[in-house]
C-alpha cells in the first residue's frame, strides 16, 4: 500500500506511479492473449478444449462445450427460494434502470423541406461474458444480459468458465432468470476470441460485452475493430473519499470489497485528516485477517492499495477526477457539493449508507464499468452498448435546389468530380423538365 500526502515535495512523482501501475502489469499479458486468439482463430473448437483444460482443468469435448437445457433447469431447482427471490430483486430493479434509459429515434423536416432522422436499431447478436476464476458472478450475468433484452438483441451468448467443471447454480439460474439460453462453459481470451472469430460450436457475435480479469480485458481490446466491445471493464477499482466522521471499520471494508475480487484490483483512500488516514490503514489490517479471501485481498492492497491524504475535499476531488475511477464513494456530509465537482467516474455512490456493494447487486445502474482510469472517456455498460444508430435523410426537387449547389461547390473544392456531378446532374434534370424553374 502507498501512503502518500500531498504536502510532501515527492507527492507528484508519487501519484504519477500510482497513474499508471496497473496499465504497467497489463502488460505482461499481451503476448500470451495475442497468441490465444491466433490459435482460436485458427483451430476452433480444438483450441477451446486445450485451453479449458489448461487454465480451468476441465477436460471437454467440443459436444460438452455449452450447457445443455437440462443441466440450466437442474441447476435453478438447486437455488434456494430465498436466493431466487434476492435475484428477483436485482433482476427487476436492473431492468427498470435500463428501460429508464431507452432512447427515442429522431425524425423531423427541415425549414428546406428535407425529412431527416436517426433510428435506433438493436444488434442482432451480442456476446456475454461473464467472470467466473476466481468468485462466480451471478450478478454480472443480469448485468449483462438484462439490458441487452432491453434494448431487443435477439441472440446472446454467454461465456462463463467453469473452474474444475464447477459452476454455481446461481450462474445458470440468473441466466434462465435474464432469458440467455446459449452458454458455453469457456472462459478467458479464449471465450472472447471465440465470440469473435466463431468455431466449430460458436456462432460468432457482432459485439462481446461485460467484465473479466487482465486476459478478458486485453482480449476484448485485441478483437475490437473485428467486432464491437463495450468498455475495458478490467479488474476492479474503487476510490474512497471520506471525512473524519465515518466510522473508520466501514471505510476498510468498502476498499477490501474492491480488493477481494482480484489481485490487480485498486483500492484508494482519499481523506483530508491524516489520523483518520491511520484509523482506516489499521481497519484494512484488522479486517484482512477476518476475511474468507484474505490472500487476493492482501496482495491487491499491498501491491495496488493507496492511501491518499490532501489539504481539503476539494483536493481530495481533485485528485479522484485524475484517478477516473470505476467507482467513487462519497463518504462526507455533503456528496452532492463534492458530486458536482466529479468529472471521471464510472459509477458516483453518494452518502454514507450507500456503499458500492449496493451497486454491485441492488442498486439498479450497471455494475459491468471502466477501469484503470478508462472512465475519462468511457461508460458504463447500458442499453446503448447493445444498439447502433441509423441516419436517415429524405429529399425532393425543392430540398435538392436549395442545397444541393452549396454541395456541388464543396464537391469541386475537394476534388472530386463524381460526387460534384452525382448532385449538379440531378440539378440539371430538374432545370431540363421544369424550364420556368
Ligand atoms: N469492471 C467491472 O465491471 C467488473 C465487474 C465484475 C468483475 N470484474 C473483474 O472481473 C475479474 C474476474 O476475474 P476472474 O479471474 O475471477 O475470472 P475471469 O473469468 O475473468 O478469468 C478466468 C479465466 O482467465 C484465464 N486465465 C487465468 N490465468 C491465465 C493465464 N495465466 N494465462 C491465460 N489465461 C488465464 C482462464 O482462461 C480463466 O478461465 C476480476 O478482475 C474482477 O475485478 C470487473
Ligand atoms: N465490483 C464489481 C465491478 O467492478 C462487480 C461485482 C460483482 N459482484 C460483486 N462485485
Ligand atoms: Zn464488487
Redesign the pocket.
Given at each position: 500500500m502507498k501512503r502518500l500526502d500531498t504536502r510532501n515535495p515527492g507527492f507528484e512523482a508519487d501519484f504519477a506511479s500510482l497513474l499508471t501501475a496497473r496499465e504497467e502489469q497489463g502488460q505482461e499479458?499481451h503476448k500470451?492473449?495475442a497468441e490465444?486468439l491466433a490459435a482460436v482463430r485458427q483451430k476452433g473448437d480444438a483450441t477451446l478444449c486445450a485451453?479449458?483444460e489448461k487454465?480451468?482443468r476441465l477436460p471437454l469435448t467440443p459436444a460438452q462445450l455449452a450447457f445443455t437445457a437440462d443441466e440450466i433447469a437442474a441447476a435453478c431447482t438447486q437455488v434456494s427460494p430465498e436466493l431466487m427471490a434476492a435475484l428477483d430483486v436485482a433482476a427487476t430493479r436492473i431492468e427498470s434502470f435500463h428501460k429508464a434509459q431507452m432512447p427515442s429515434d429522431i425524425r423531423y423536416t427541415d425549414d428546406v423541406g428535407m425529412t431527416l432522422g436517426l433510428r435506433w436499431i438493436a444488434l442482432d447478436a451480442v456476446g456475454l461474458?461473464?467472470?467466473?476464476?476466481?468468485?462466480a458472478?451471478p450478478s454480472?450475468v443480469l448485468?449483462n444480459a438484462i439490458p441487452a433484452r432491453v434494448a431487443g438483441v435477439q441472440r446472446l451468448a454467454m461465456c462463463?468458465?467453469t473452474?474444475d467443471g464447477i459452476i454455481n447454480p446461481l450462474v445458470l439460474a440468473a441466466a434462465h432468470r435474464a432469458g440467455v439460453t446459449e452458454i458455453y462453459r469457456?472462459?478467458?481470451?479464449?471465450?472472447v476470441g471465440a465470440m469473435a472469430f466463431g468455431t466449430q460450436t460458436i456462432r460468432p457475435v457482432d459485439r462481446i460485452v461485460g467484465?473479466?480479469?487482465?486476459?478478458?480485458a486485453e482480449a476484448k481490446r485485441q478483437v475490437f475493430g473485428h467486432v464491437g466491445i463495450d468498455s475495458i471493464?478490467?479488474?476492479?477499482d474503487v476510490v474512497v473519499i471520506s471525512d473524519s466522521a465515518t466510522d473508520p471499520r466501514l471505510i476498510a471494508l468498502d476498499l477490501l470489497a474492491?480488493a477481494e475480487?482480484?489481485e490487480?484490483?485498486q483500492a484508494t483512500l482519499i481523506t483530508p485528516d491524516a489520523a483518520f488516514a491511520d484509523k482506516v490503514t489499521e481497519a484494512v489490517t484488522t479486517e484482512l485477517k477476518t476475511l474468507t479471501r484474505t490472500t487476493i485481498a492482501s496482495a491487491s492492497w499491498e501491491r495496488n492499495g493507496a492511501v491518499l491524504v490532501t489539504k481539503d475535499l476539494e483536493e481530495a476531488i481533485t485528485l479522484a477526477n485524475r484517478l477516473a475511477p470505476?467507482h467513487l464513494e462519497l463518504m462526507v456530509d455533503d456528496p452532492e457539493a463534492l458530486f458536482a465537482k466529479v468529472r471521471h467516474a464510472?459509477a458516483v455512490f453518494l452518502g454514507r449508507f450507500c456503499p458500492e456493494a449496493v451497486g454491485?447487486y441492488v442498486g439498479g445502474p450497471n455494475?459491468?464499468?471502466?477501469?484503470s482510469r478508462t472512465a475519462r472517456f468511457a461508460s458504463?455498460?447500458s442499453v446503448f452498448d447493445f444498439m447502433k444508430r441509423t441516419t436517415f435523410l429524405a429529399g425532393g426537387p425543392d430540398a435538392l435546389r436549395r442545397i444541393g449547389p452549396a454541395g456541388v461547390a464543396l464537391a469541386q473544392a475537394e476534388g472530386l468530380e463524381a460526387h460534384a456531378l452525382s448532385i449538379s446532374a440531378r440539378l440539371d434534370a430538374l432545370v431540363q423538365t421544369t424550364p420556368n424553374a
Open positions: 499479458v500470451p492473449v490465444i485451453l479449458t487454465f480451468d461474458y461473464v467472470p467466473g476464476g476466481k468468485a458472478y454480472s448485468m462463463v468458465p473452474p469457456v472462459g478467458g481470451a479464449q471465450a467484465p473479466g480479469n487482465a486476459f478478458v471493464a478490467g479488474p476492479s474492491q475480487h482480484d490487480l484490483a470505476e464510472g454491485d455494475h459491468v464499468l471502466p477501469t458504463g455498460l
